[in-house]
């Protein structure tokens, strides 16, 4: 008995994790700086604060960590591991214009190259989120 409880519990519980939301900020060896250091020049209106959004399905067998509306841009700056190649790589995570696939098309990428002895820069740029997701061009007017 007390392990079906404890089993309804875990489903329950990772069920629920499926959609959370949350800040970003990348782990604490790498250090997140602002692009533009005062007011973002062009700066268009975003549908909200910026949040971190769990998927509620699977991307190469897990759950995927997607980052909208984004409206102050950052780069964070992966050293390498090991032997510096004196290689870098400005990773852009994809994510359709309304959002950014920051794990998988960014840190799971930094996180591959750095033991190649690659630098990476994972780049946080602007998007608008979903509710302002424009027909054609670069900004909604």
């Known amino acids: 008995m007390k392990l079906a409880t404890l089993g309804l519990c875990l489903v329950f519980g990772v069920g629920a ?3 959370q939301t949350f800040v970003w900020q990348p782990s604490p060896e790498h250090t997140q700086v602002p692009i533009w250091p005062g007011v973002v020049p062009d700066a268009q209106p975003v549908s909200g604060p910026e949040l971190a ?3 509620d399905r699977l991307f190469g067998g897990r759950v995927a960590l997607g980052l909208s509306p984004v409206s102050q841009p950052t780069m964070t700056v992966y050293l390498p591991s090991g032997k510096n190649t004196g290689a ?3 990773v852009f995570p994809g994510g359709g214009y309304q959002g ?3 794990d998988l098309e960014g840190t799971d990428v930094c ?3 750095t033991p190649k002895g690659i630098t990476c820069v994972l780049l946080k740029y602007r998007v608008p989120g979903a509710k302002l997701y424009p027909k054609s061009a670069p900004y909604p007017k």
């Open 53 to 55: 959004t769990t998927s």
């Open 17 to 19: 994790l499926s959609g």
């Open 100 to 102: 950014l696939a920051i």
């Open 88 to 90: 870098a790589v400005v």
């Open 111 to 113: 996180d591959w190259l």
